[in-house]
């Protein structure tokens, strides 16, 4: 399974994106899923889950203001994020949670 990320930019605080996560095939890999975050300097942390059964779990900072989801059909992960603050600031990788494959990461920048 390929996993392929992409939406992050530059964006002012308080702004939105959407990150997207492309799976090469949709299979048992690709239906428990996680975003991961790295900031420079920083351990990799967890984000967000979805999880076959469409629970989703967040880190407590993102409450609120970021929501997984997923479409089957497009085999794509989403992470949409809002009242996004400089700490959000990072390298954000969707990962099979169950198959431990990792995207290759896309670059969210939010600053003034």
């Known amino acids: 399974v390929q996993l392929v990320e992409s939406g992050g930019g530059l964006v002012q605080p308080g702004g939105s994106l959407r990150l997207s996560c492309v799976a090469s095939v949709d299979d048992w890999c690709t239906y428990d899923m996680s975003w991961y975050r790295q900031a420079p300097g920083k351990e990799r942390e967890f984000v967000s889950r979805?999880?076959?059964?469409?629970?989703?779990t967040y880190t407590e900072s993102v409450k609120g203001r970021f929501t997984i989801s997923q479409d089957n059909a497009k085999f794509t992960l989403y992470l949409q994020m809002s009242s996004l603050k400089p700490e959000d600031t990072a390298m954000y990788f969707c990962?099979?949670?169950?198959?431990?494959?990792w995207g290759q990461g896309t670059q969210v920048t939010v600053s003034s």
């Open positions: 979805i999880d076959p059964s469409r629970r989703t």
């Open positions: 990962m099979s949670t169950r198959c431990g494959y």
